[in-house]
């Protein structure tokens, strides 16, 4: 595909309440430049700060999308950011006066509206697409949730919904090309299910909820005095209410409108991958959570593809970054198990480490006599402790601490390692470091050869004296 990257093409500002804090709020879409992906500013807060719509900032999934930078956060995010991914859009500068996107009825609606009112314009760079090269998934079998993208010329998306409830049923949607997102999509309301409603209020929750932005959904019966203490609980108007099924008692927009709304969801949480996917999504039960945690898999891979594209060059004449008495004083390994010489490269996300081989290495007399080769084993054992040189450069007393492995996968052996080989690993973090923990995705090469990968967890935890 080589369309071109799309922006709006003057400013335009909405009003309503949010969903969940019951505050007024402001929220204005400005155009922004090529390759800025969505991001959203704190007019409310001082500095105005900025927090990236990237799914590596999802900090809460429970009732909507939170997203969290430099201890700034914003809510309830899903959907504006369908309206703009559904519309095709790369770029935007999402301002917003409060801690929460407007519910503005439940839908994107208001928000493609509003868009559509600024003019879309289109801009000089490609669209950046990732294609999907193999199946992704995300799975929570106690709930009965999988959702998970193939690879497709395309991107389809199809949901399934079951919450075993007689009103709903098993409702099934399906998108199968975005140009059918404003017309099928966007106008399709959030709902709840009339016996949430009581939690969800003790927990501070929908605060601005109302019978204007959400299908209230009831599954048995109930007599009218619980409903007029629930609208009590909410200060809302009392409604009569006869026999189950939808309390407000309004059309819904299609017979399918809730398992539509979880397409929408869908939609919005993927916009969080930072750049247009191509790949078919399938999902069952799916919510914020499976979404959000399906977004960060695919960021995933996307991290991994552009590492490839890097082969380190290794100049054997050049001061290093670390020499193995620098290297001595983070790791705690020593002969004959020490199997780092130089660091070459290292900054908050990356390392590049070196270990040359020579016929003198123990495991070679063993692995094997007549024909040496190095342990898959050990390369694996050589590319962590690079990585470990990256993670505990990050405390200040290194010394103090030890890296232990929590996770192998996804590991590959290309060629062979032999004697006179100088392997060159290069070490890239997944996600940030959060509680001690790190993924890693590490490449082995020996000169431009890829001979390993594999995707590596850890933890560093502090010795006890």
């Known amino acids: 595909m080589a369309d071109k990257q799309k922006t ?32 959203f500013v704190r007019t409310d807060l001082p500095e105005n700060p900025v927090i990236r719509a990237l799914a590596d900032n999802v900090v809460d999934a429970t009732r909507g999308t939170t997203l969290e930078e430099n201890g700034v956060r914003v809510a309830t995010v899903e959907h504006v950011l369908a309206a703009f991914f559904g519309l095709e859009i790369d770029n935007a500068l999402i301002e917003i006066k409060g801690p929460e996107a407007p519910i503005m009825g439940g839908s994107s609606k208001k928000f493609v509206e509003a868009i559509k009112n600024a003019g879309i314009i289109e801009q000089q760079v490609k669209r950046n697409y990732y294609h999907v090269k193999e199946k992704i998934t995300f799975s929570d079998e106690k709930n009965g949730v999988d959702v998970m993208i193939y690879p497709d010329d395309h991107l389809s998306i199809n949901v399934l919904i079951d919450y075993n409830s007689k009103i709903l049923g098993n409702q099934y949607a399906i998108l199968n090309n975005m140009s059918d997102f404003e017309e099928n999509i966007s106008m399709c309301r ?84 930072g750049q247009p996917v191509i790949g078919k999504i399938v999902a069952t039960r799916p919510g914020h959570y499976a979404n959000t945690e399906l977004a960060k898999k695919i960021r995933q891979e996307i991290k991994k593809a552009a590492s490839k594209k890097d082969i380190p060059v290794y100049d054997p004449t050049a001061p290093p970054v670390m020499d193995t008495m620098k290297i001595r004083k983070i790791l ?125 967890m850890a933890q560093i935890v502090k010795d006890k004296k």
């Open 8 to 39: 709006i093409e003057k400013p335009v500002s909405l009003s309503g309440m949010g969903l969940h804090s019951g505050v007024e709020v402001t929220i204005t879409f400005k155009p922004a430049p090529e390759n800025h992906g969505f991001k």
């Open 332 to 456: 705690p390994h020593r002969y004959p198990f020490l199997m780092v010489d130089k660091i070459i490269h290292l900054d908050d996300r990356s390392v590049i480490g070196i270990k040359n081989l020579t016929c003198n290495e123990l495991f070679f007399q063993g692995h094997f006599p007549d024909e040496p080769v190095m342990p898959g084993v050990l390369q694996i054992e050589a590319m962590a402790q690079v990585g470990g040189v990256l993670v505990l450069s990050k405390v200040d007393d290194p010394e103090n601490y030890s890296t232990y492995f929590l996770k192998v996968d996804k590991v590959k052996f290309k060629q062979k390692v032999v004697p006179g080989d100088t392997l060159i690993f290069k070490i890239a973090m997944i996600e940030p470091m959060r509680r001690g923990i790190v993924s890693m995705f590490g490449q082995a090469f020996v000169g431009n050869r890829l001979v390993m990968e594999g995707e590596l």
């Open 190 to 273: 959030t709902f709840v299910f009339f016996r949430e409603l009581e939690q969800l209020a003790k927990q501070g929750l929908i605060k601005g909820g109302d019978l204007d932005n959400a299908i209230i959904i009831m599954d048995r019966f109930v007599e009218q005095a619980e409903v007029d203490r629930i609208a009590d609980l909410f200060h809302k108007p009392h409604i009569k209410v006869n026999s189950e099924g939808i309390l407000n008692n309004v059309d819904l927009r299609f017979s399918n409108e809730p398992a539509r709304h979880k397409l929408l969801d869908i939609i919005g949480d993927m916009a969080l991958i």
